[in-house]
């Protein structure tokens, strides 16, 4: 084990629980074995450093990975809880990320070090629902898979969906077809049978006391299967989401939904998880005009007649800030569920 | 280009304005002659009431300053103390504008605006500049450039790779973060980068082995109109909170103060505390000599450069596109319309 064990220990008896935004102690791994589960998504089995248990973690959860360069990236546990002998994490070399993914699919070796966080759980499984419906869209398998895993072995009754767009750009199938949990499993994608070829929508049932839905994946896939779940009249505390298999709270850009109401014409545009409200009023065809996107520039200004913005602009002082008569919608959010703006 | 009047604006480094050794200066395009007397600094308009002449090429007489021309002599409240024509009458309009100044921090402080408002408390501190607990090297530059442009530049060292490839930049900024924090009116432009390469030239002056990675920060402290300290720290890579880890600290100062609306006073400074030893004393000396290299080198004909580029047109009515980096001088300069915009009502 590490010396990081101990000192984490002593901050637990010393303070008592340790709330998700204290930072956690550090452990150091190796990498043990990888795997190549697609062209672009990588596998990747981590064990103790001096070859001891490592902290136990619960289905859901998540590590930091430091990757050097001070870059520090959030990936979902995917294996099962009940291993105490390693974690093991899926990869994505996302063309979009900002750069940690593909930095560590770079470096990637047998015996590589890597510093780690110990785990934390921001999507937690309620493991006494009468039923649970797992819906993953591409990486977003990950936490799924230590779900599946736990709510087996419980003995529980789920489902999961697994959706992506080609059986070669899936990951994890064929351990999926060796698991136990094989039975509970549904694949949808574009090349595969007619009858499996489902939308989120056609296999999302309404809803009924005691089930609860887990998505995770891209944000455009849990906006639509969110919405379509509340549509149904789905009680929000049994929706359950995280992006990606990573955790939003840490990316200034995510956030959840809301509404925007148009003063003057009273057109109610809803903003989904993780869209900008320049990107939501502009899909309504309201288009707004930006220059540079992320809230230095203040060219997308906008009135605010009622509501609470969310400020994530570096733009507005701070007196501004406070007076929350304007905001930014290239990138700030709301803070109440409606903000009602002022523009023609 | 409206400017802010109730304000404590730089006027000169102490060590400019001596005894017996008047300095002159534009500041808001208004002519100022600086002098020292037995009561201390003083800043006149540098005009003489009666034939205009300069007088700043007169002579400093006892506490007053003879106007080169016809030997009126004015002291530093302004007041006409001598008439030597005639019997001496001294015209009761025979006065020159005197504006408050105060020396503080190795600088010299002019209030421009209303005299009733110069509170010398609101003078931002500038402790590293302390003469009695630090060693100072000091220069000056002149910009044909627009002040906030050189506000700009300190607050966005982004430019530091491209700019001072040569000099003080190791390509390897890119991965930097910058953050602005806002204090009242103070704001606060914060950088740090992780596991940085020096170039050879600083990690020789930093005293490191060469290839050392360093987690270095480079954090600027703006105050209106445009002082600025910037405190350079690095600490060896991978700690938690490199500004906390033992390392090393460097103190660099940034003075800006409008000659007109398109040319700039530039004082810079960088110092050291003199507990470190006598050291620090040729350090400092050393340092302002390198540093006023890429200063003058680099970065001057670039903002002078910006200026011809931009004319006489206002920076946000030729729509900038701007980058995540240009957020602490783009709060800077929204801080400062604020404070102009209600002066103005």
Same mark, same amino acid.
């Given at each position: 084990?590490?010396?990081?064990?101990?000192?984490?220990?002593?901050?637990?008896?010393?303070?008592?629980?340790?709330?998700?935004?204290?930072?956690?102690?550090?452990?150091?791994?190796?990498?043990?074995?990888?795997?190549?589960?697609?062209?672009?998504?990588?596998?990747?089995?981590?064990?103790?450093?001096?070859?001891?248990?490592?902290?136990?973690?619960?289905?859901?959860?998540?590590?930091?990975?430091?990757?050097?360069?001070?870059?520090?990236?959030?990936?979902?546990?995917? %294996?099962? !809880?009940?291993?105490?002998?390693?974690?093991?994490?899926?990869?994505?070399?996302?063309?979009?990320?900002?750069?940690?993914?593909? &930095?560590?699919?770079?470096?990637?070796?047998?015996?590589?070090?890597?510093?780690?966080?110990? @785990?934390?759980?921001?999507?937690?499984?309620?493991?006494?629902?009468?039923?649970?419906?797992?819906?993953?869209?591409?990486?977003?398998?990950?936490?799924?898979?230590?779900?599946?895993?736990?709510?087996?072995?419980?003995?529980?009754?789920?489902? #999961?969906?697994?959706?992506?767009?080609?059986? @070669?750009?899936?990951?994890?199938?064929?351990?999926?077809?060796?698991? /136990?949990?094989?039975?509970?499993?549904?694949?949808?994608?574009?090349?595969?049978?007619?009858?499996?070829?489902?939308?989120?929508?056609?296999?999302?049932?309404?809803?009924?006391?005691?089930?609860?839905?887990?998505?995770?994946?891209?944000?455009?896939?849990?906006?639509?299967?969110?919405?379509?779940?509340?549509?149904?009249?789905?009680?929000?505390?049994? #929706?359950?989401?995280?992006? +990606?298999?990573?955790?939003?709270?840490?990316?200034?850009?995510?956030?959840?939904?809301?509404?925007?109401?148009?003063?003057?014409?009273?057109?109610?545009?809803?903003?989904?998880?993780?869209?900008?409200?320049?990107?939501? #009023?502009?899909?309504?065809?309201?288009?707004?005009?930006?220059?540079?996107?992320?809230?230095?520039?203040?060219?997308?200004?906008?009135?605010?007649?009622?509501?609470? !913005?969310?400020?994530?602009?570096?733009?507005?002082?701070?007196?501004?800030?406070?007076?929350?008569?304007?905001?930014?919608?290239?990138?700030?959010?709301?803070?109440?569920?409606?903000?009602?703006?002022?523009?023609? | 280009?409206?400017?802010?009047?109730?304000?404590?604006?730089?006027?000169?480094?102490?060590?400019?304005?001596?005894?017996?050794?008047?300095? &002159?200066?534009?500041?808001? %395009?208004?002519?100022?002659?600086?002098?020292?007397?037995?009561?201390?600094?003083?800043?006149?308009?540098?005009?003489?009431?009666?034939?205009? &002449?300069?007088?700043?090429?007169?002579?400093?007489?006892?506490?007053?300053?003879?106007?080169?021309?016809?030997?009126?002599? +004015?002291?530093?409240?302004?007041?006409?103390?001598?008439?030597?024509?005639?019997?001496?009458?001294?015209?009761?309009?025979?006065?020159?504008?005197?504006?408050?100044?105060?020396?503080?921090?190795?600088?010299?402080?002019?209030?421009?605006?209303?005299?009733?408002?110069?509170?010398?408390?609101?003078?931002?501190? +500038?402790?590293?500049? =302390?003469?009695?607990?630090?060693?100072?090297?000091?220069?000056?530059?002149?910009?044909? &450039? %627009?002040?906030?442009?050189?506000?700009?530049?300190?607050?966005?060292?982004?430019?530091?790779?491209?700019?001072?490839?040569?000099?003080?930049?190791?390509?390897?900024?890119?991965?930097?973060?910058?953050?602005?924090?806002?204090?009242?009116?103070?704001?606060?432009?914060?950088?740090?980068?992780?596991?940085?390469?020096?170039?050879?030239?600083?990690?020789?002056?930093?005293?490191?082995? !060469?290839?050392?990675?360093? =987690?270095?920060?480079?954090?600027?402290?703006?105050?209106?109109?445009?002082?600025?300290?910037?405190?350079?720290?690095?600490?060896?890579?991978?700690?938690?909170?490199?500004?906390?880890?033992?390392?090393?600290?460097?103190?660099?100062?940034?003075?800006?103060?409008?000659?007109?609306?398109?040319?700039?006073?530039?004082?810079?400074?960088?110092?050291?505390?003199?507990?470190?030893?006598?050291?620090?004393?040729?350090?400092?000396?050393?340092?302002?000599?390198?540093?006023?290299?890429? +200063?003058?080198?680099?970065?001057?004909?670039?903002?002078?450069?910006?200026?011809?580029?931009?004319?006489?047109?206002?920076?946000?009515?030729?729509?900038?596109?701007?980058?995540?980096?240009?957020?602490?001088?783009?709060?800077?300069?929204?801080?400062? /319309?604020?404070?102009?915009?209600?002066?103005?009502?």
């Amino acid at each position: 084990m590490s010396v990081c064990r101990k000192p984490a220990l002593a901050a637990r008896l010393a303070y008592g629980d340790r709330s998700e935004k204290e930072p956690a102690m550090t452990l150091n791994m190796l990498v043990g074995k990888f795997r190549r589960e697609t062209d672009d998504i990588v596998s990747i089995e981590l064990v103790d450093a001096d070859g001891h248990p490592l902290p136990a973690f619960s289905a859901g959860s998540h590590i930091d990975v430091h990757i050097g360069d001070g870059l520090v990236r959030q990936y979902s546990l995917c %294996n099962s !809880p009940a291993d105490t002998d390693r974690y093991v994490i899926g990869v994505l070399k996302d063309p979009k990320s900002r750069g940690g993914s593909a &930095a560590l699919h770079g470096m990637l070796a047998e015996g590589l070090r890597l510093r780690i966080g110990e @785990p934390r759980n921001l999507f937690p499984l309620d493991e006494t629902a009468d039923r649970t419906l797992l819906f993953a869209g591409g990486i977003g398998i990950t936490p799924m898979l230590a779900m599946a895993e736990r709510l087996k072995m419980l003995g529980r009754r789920f489902e #999961l969906h697994y959706w992506g767009r080609s059986l @070669p750009r899936m990951a994890f199938l064929d351990r999926i077809a060796a698991s /136990d949990f094989k039975d509970n499993v549904r694949i949808h994608c574009d090349d595969a049978p007619e009858d499996q070829r489902l939308d989120p929508d056609d296999v999302l049932p309404n809803p009924e006391a005691g089930t609860h839905l887990y998505v995770c994946g891209p944000q455009g896939f849990i906006g639509c299967v969110l919405e379509r779940a509340r549509t149904r009249g789905w009680l929000e505390s049994r #929706l359950h989401k995280e992006y +990606f298999g990573t955790i939003v709270s840490d990316d200034p850009a995510g956030g959840g939904a809301f509404t925007i109401r148009i003063a003057h014409t009273g057109a109610i545009i809803p903003v989904n998880p993780g869209q900008s409200a320049v990107a939501a #009023l502009a899909a309504h065809g309201i288009e707004l005009p930006v220059s540079c996107e992320q809230g230095v520039c203040g060219t997308c200004l906008t009135r605010i007649v009622d509501g609470i !913005p969310d400020h994530r602009d570096s733009y507005l002082t701070d007196d501004e800030r406070e007076a929350n008569a304007v905001f930014l919608p290239c990138c700030s959010r709301a803070k109440s569920e409606c903000l009602v703006i002022d523009i023609l | 280009m409206a400017f802010l009047r109730n304000i404590w604006y730089v006027a000169a480094w102490d060590h400019e304005v001596a005894d017996g050794r008047p300095l &002159a200066r534009t500041l808001l %395009n208004e002519p100022v002659v600086m002098f020292r007397s037995s009561q201390g600094v003083h800043a006149l308009t540098d005009r003489c009431p009666h034939r205009f &002449a300069p007088l700043h090429l007169g002579k400093q007489v006892g506490n007053a300053l003879q106007c080169p021309y016809h030997g009126l002599e +004015f002291d530093g409240s302004g007041a006409c103390t001598r008439n030597p024509h005639g019997d001496g009458s001294i015209p009761k309009a025979a006065k020159v504008k005197s504006y408050p100044m105060v020396e503080q921090d190795s600088i010299l402080w002019i209030w421009m605006g209303d005299p009733e408002k110069a509170d010398p408390t609101l003078i931002p501190r +500038f402790e590293s500049l =302390d003469p009695e607990n630090w060693y100072i090297g000091k220069d000056y530059l002149r910009a044909r &450039a %627009n002040y906030q442009l050189e506000v700009d530049n300190i607050m966005d060292l982004s430019h530091i790779d491209y700019l001072h490839a040569s000099t003080l930049g190791n390509g390897n900024g890119k991965n930097a973060e910058t953050t602005v924090v806002q204090d009242g009116n103070t704001v606060h432009s914060l950088r740090l980068n992780r596991n940085e390469l020096l170039s050879p030239e600083l990690e020789r002056r930093n005293g490191l082995p !060469p290839g050392t990675p360093v =987690d270095r920060w480079l954090d600027v402290r703006w105050d209106p109109p445009g002082v600025m300290e910037l405190v350079v720290g690095n600490a060896p890579t991978g700690s938690e909170d490199p500004r906390k880890a033992p390392g090393q600290i460097r103190y660099f100062q940034h003075l800006f103060s409008p000659e007109t609306e398109h040319t700039a006073h530039y004082w810079f400074a960088t110092s050291r505390r003199k507990d470190l030893g006598p050291e620090g004393e040729r350090i400092v000396a050393e340092m302002i000599v390198f540093l006023r290299q890429p +200063f003058e080198t680099e970065d001057l004909p670039m903002l002078e450069a910006q200026q011809r580029t931009m004319g006489t047109a206002d920076f946000w009515e030729l729509r900038p596109i701007l980058l995540p980096t240009d957020a602490p001088g783009i709060r800077a300069r929204r801080v400062l /319309d604020a404070m102009i915009k209600a002066e103005q009502k």
